[in-house]
């Protein structure tokens, strides 16, 4: 048991250095220019430190809680080869750019050096960073703290799966690869880590990977169906207008990316209603190693029922969510049904809520016939393994025992 448990470390400590270096020549081998536009080019970005409020004439509007106006700021640069420089900046605040700046804060600002002798610096934001890592270190402390081992398993599996989207599955969109098959491999990569690094190399892990994989696909063939349909897809999307500009200068299939998009929102829920299905039927299994197929199956079934009503729910709302700014919009202006139910964006969370809840519920069967078929078998040939074993070891103590009489 411990020489399956060591083999099984080894392999993965293997696959994740092999993979590793796979993910650094994938990116810095034949890479595509990422600078589309040149304008960027001489704006930096750099920390600086509010050294002084040198005069401001400010106004609070209490509807909002803002303050609208300007500053004189007297700053220094604290990163960058402008560093220790001392500046004076003119803060300008309104609705959307509003960096109240205080003495003694950090914030970020934009240099654009325009020439060697012509340097304008101007505020850019709030230093959100320390809150950010804050945050986050926070919420990982927290999952960890509760979870225990399983806790740490789910940190490890979400900074992999983070690791994945970041330096595989952007950069294959980038590099003109399709994002439909770009997706799949980032849905089929985090499902195996996550239920791997959290269940082990067992039976129910691979019994809701395949059907992790198969709900996701069901998910993007239905979204791809019901887009060509409604004639909707990456290109009726508030960004297409830009990402149409670079995929000039790059190999980005624009149309897919809504897809694309679709497989990755459903992941997380797909992924949740496979392996709870899977776990029930290996437990039910456990309770009773008589049942048969069906029966395994129908318990998968009956746990599923009750999860996929809520799973759907959770997709279309989260979907409505990402929104809700524009939702309120057309409500303030009474749009007419007409106008309402043939907008582009909401044809897109539709298609992007139905597809995924569909997925989900079609995920149930899929696992539970995958689960009720798999469990059984490979527990059964584990069970033979072990009882060889413990014979041959019992052989062996026979043997020690008749040779030392």
Same mark, same amino acid.
């Given at each position: ?15 994740? %250095?092999?993979? $590793?270096?796979?993910? +650094?020549?994938? /990116? ?8 589309? $536009?040149?304008? %960027? ?11 002084? %409020?040198? &005069?401001?004439?400010?106004?609070? !509007? ?11 700021? #007297? ?9 220790? #420089? ?5 803060? /300008? ?12 804060? !950090?914030?970020?600002? !934009?240099? !654009?050096? @325009? ?39 789910? %940190? ?20 003109? +690869?399709?994002?439909?098959? @770009? ?6 990569? $985090? ?30 063939? @239905? ?18 207008? $830009? ?32 392996? &709870?299905?899977? &776990?029930?039927?290996? #437990? ?49 202006? /009474?749009? &007419?049904? +007409?106008?309402?139910?043939?907008? /582009? ?13 569909? @997925? ?28 060889? #074993? ?6 062996h103590k026979i043997k020690k025992q008749y040779e030392r009489r």
């Open positions: 048991m411990k020489h399956s448990k060591f083999l099984q470390i080894a392999l993965s400590v293997v696959i994740l %250095v092999l993979f $590793s270096i796979f993910l +650094y020549y994938f /990116n810095t081998g034949g890479q595509t220019t990422r600078n589309i $536009s040149g304008a %960027v080019d001489n704006i930096k970005y750099e920390k600086a430190e509010v050294l002084k %409020v040198i &005069s401001q004439s400010l106004k609070k !509007d209490d509807s909002l809680g803002l303050y609208r106006g300007t500053q004189d700021l #007297e700053v220094k640069i604290l990163t960058g080869e402008h560093t220790g #420089e001392v500046r004076t900046v003119k803060n /300008n605040l309104s609705n959307y750019y509003n960096v109240l700046g205080k003495e003694g804060q !950090d914030i970020i600002i !934009d240099i !654009d050096s @325009a020439g060697a002798e012509h340097t304008q610096v101007s505020v850019f934001n709030y230093n959100r960073a320390p809150v950010l890592y804050g945050f986050a270190f926070l919420f990982f402390a927290t999952l960890w703290g509760i979870g225990g081992k399983k806790g740490l398993m789910s %940190v490890l599996s979400l900074i992999l799966t983070f690791i994945c989207m970041l330096f595989l599955y952007i950069p294959m969109l980038y590099k003109g +690869y399709s994002p439909i098959w @770009a997706a799949v491999v980032l849905v089929v990569l $985090s499902t195996c880590i996550t239920l791997f690094l959290l269940n082990g190399w067992g039976p129910k892990s691979i019994s809701a990977i395949l059907g992790t994989t198969l709900g996701v696909v069901i998910a993007g063939i @239905a979204a791809n169906a019901a887009g060509s349909l409604a004639h909707v897809s990456g290109l009726n999307s508030q960004e297409a207008e $830009s990402l149409l500009l670079i995929a000039a200068k790059t190999h980005m299939h624009v149309p897919e990316l809504l897809f694309s998009g679709i497989l990755i929102a459903s992941l997380g829920a797909i992924m949740d209603i496979s392996i &709870s299905v899977a &776990s029930a039927i290996q #437990e039910v299994y456990r309770s009773n190693r008589k049942l048969g197929h069906k029966l395994l199956f129908l318990s998968g079934l009956n746990v599923g029922r009750d999860m996929m009503g809520t799973m759907s729910t959770t997709l279309i709302l989260a979907f409505t969510g990402t929104s809700l700014s524009t939702l309120l919009l057309i409500y303030s202006y /009474n749009v &007419s049904y +007409y106008q309402l139910i043939n907008m /582009n964006l909401i044809g897109i969370e539709v298609i992007q809520g139905l597809s995924g809840s569909l @997925a989900v519920i079609l995920t149930v069967p899929i696992v539970a016939g995958i689960a009720s078929r798999l469990i059984p078998a490979m527990n059964k040939e584990s069970t033979l393994v072990n009882l060889r #074993e413990r014979g041959v070891v019992k052989r």
